[in-house]
Nanobody, 113 residues
Framework: QVQLVESGGGLVQPGGSLRLSCAASMNFFRLYTMSWYRQAPGKQRELVASITGGGRTNYADSVKGRFTISRDNAKNTLYLQMNSLKPEDTAVYYC???????WGQGTQVTVSS
């Protein structure tokens, strides 16, 4: 059974930075594409970024140049470095492993002055 646990959310001022982490309890983490999604109040959940087992990345247009997805396969951990944060980045951020239909519990990111 796959378990995903996010951490690193919080309150930050516009222009600030946060780094989210997602710890995965599973075998062969390195083989699988991992993703970050977010859901703002009243909106649908949307893909933020994904990374393949080989390190190929993909980003939503709204975060390109500001967010960086990465992974440490030795630690079974996925990261999302978020820079130049904007109020519209406020959402609950979720870690996802689509192959197993697994989701984390989410971590709240609030960007506000």
């Amino acid at each position: 059974q796959v378990q995903l646990v996010e951490s690193g959310g919080g309150l930050v001022q516009p222009g600030g930075s946060l780094r989210l982490s997602c710890a995965a309890s599973m075998n062969f983490f390195r083989l699988y594409t991992m993703s970050w999604y977010r859901q703002a109040p009243g909106k649908q959940r949307e893909l933020v970024a994904s990374i393949t087992g080989g390190g190929r990345t993909n980003y939503a247009d709204s975060v390109k140049g500001r967010f960086t997805i990465s992974r440490d396969n030795a630690k079974n951990t996925l990261y999302l470095q978020m820079n130049s944060l904007k109020p519209e980045d406020t959402a609950v951020y979720y870690c996802n492993l689509d192959t197993f239909g697994a989701w984390g519990q989410g971590t709240q990111v609030t960007v506000s002055s």
